[in-house]
C-alpha cells in the first residue's frame, strides 16, 4: 500500500530558529513530491519536486528530493509567527487522475 | 478574481439527512477533487473526477456521491450512509500534478 510518513508530527520552535521537515515515501509509479502550507483552511503550493538534487528555493523556505533513499526536507530558516501552519507533502504517481497521496502533515508552531 | 468556492463554510445537521456541499471553480481546470481531512490524519481522497460527466472513486468513497454535470462545479453529497461524517472537506481543481485548493467545509453532524 502507497504510503507517505512526515516527521516531526508537531514541533515548536522561537522566532529565528531553523527547522527541517520531513517526507518519506513509499509509492509505486513516483512522478513528483508536493509540500503545502495549510495555515486555517485552503493548503497553498509551496513546491514541486521531480528531479533528485536539486533544490528548490523561495525566500526562507527551500526544499530538496532524494529518489534513491525517498524522502524530501522541507527547510525554514530563520522563522517568523507567520510560518505556523501544518505543512502537508503529497506524493503524485504516474497514473489517471494525477492522483496524490498525502502525509498526515507537521503542525508547526513558532513562537515570539 | 480565479479561484475556488466552497459553500458553506459551516454546516450543521442532524444524523440521517443527506447533505450537498458546494464547490465551484473559475480556473478552467478539467480535473476536481473532493478530500476529507481530520485530525492526525492528512487528506485522504473521496472521488476525483477528470472531465464533465465523469467521475471516479477515491480511497473513502463509501457513503458520498457526486455529480459533474458542468466543468466549473463538483458537488459533493453526503449520505446519511456515512458512519462518520463529522470532518473537514477540502475540494481542490488542477491542472497537471499541481492541485489548488477551496477554503474548506466543515460539516458537524450531530
Known amino acids: 500500500e502507497d504510503k507517505v510518513v512526515q516527521s516531526p508530527l508537531s514541533l515548536v520552535v522561537h522566532e529565528g530558529d531553523t527547522v527541517t521537515l520531513n517526507c518519506s515515501y513509499e509509492v509505486t509509479n513516483f512522478r513528483s513530491l508536493l509540500w503545502y502550507k495549510q495555515e486555517k483552511k485552503a493548503p497553498t503550493f509551496l513546491f514541486m519536486l521531480t528531479s533528485s538534487g536539486i533544490e528548490k528555493k523561495s525566500g526562507r523556505l527551500s526544499s530538496i528530493l532524494d529518489k534513491k533513499e525517498l524522502f524530501s526536507i522541507l527547510n525554514i530558516t530563520a522563522t517568523q509567527t507567520g510560518d505556523s501552519a501544518v505543512y502537508l507533502c503529497a506524493v503524485a504517481r504516474m497514473e489517471y487522475g494525477n492522483k496524490l497521496v498525502f502525509g498526515a502533515g507537521t503542525i508547526l508552531r513558532v513562537k515570539s | 478574481d480565479g479561484g475556488i468556492t466552497q459553500s458553506p463554510k459551516y454546516l450543521f445537521r442532524k444524523e440521517g439527512q443527506n447533505v450537498t456541499l458546494s464547490c465551484e471553480q473559475n480556473?478552467?481546470?478539467?480535473?476536481m477533487y473532493w478530500y476529507r481531512q481530520d485530525p492526525g490524519q492528512g487528506l485522504r481522497l473521496i472521488y476525483y473526477s477528470q472531465i464533465v460527466n465523469d467521475f471516479q472513486k477515491g480511497d473513502i468513497a463509501e457513503g458520498y456521491s457526486v455529480s459533474r454535470e458542468k466543468k466549473e462545479s463538483f458537488p459533493l453529497t453526503v449520505t446519511s450512509a456515512q458512519k462518520n461524517p463529522t470532518a473537514f472537506y477540502l475540494c481542490a481543481s488542477s491542472i497537471g500534478q499541481r492541485q489548488y485548493f477551496g477554503p474548506g467545509t466543515r460539516l458537524t453532524v450531530t
Open positions: 480556473l478552467n481546470h478539467d480535473a
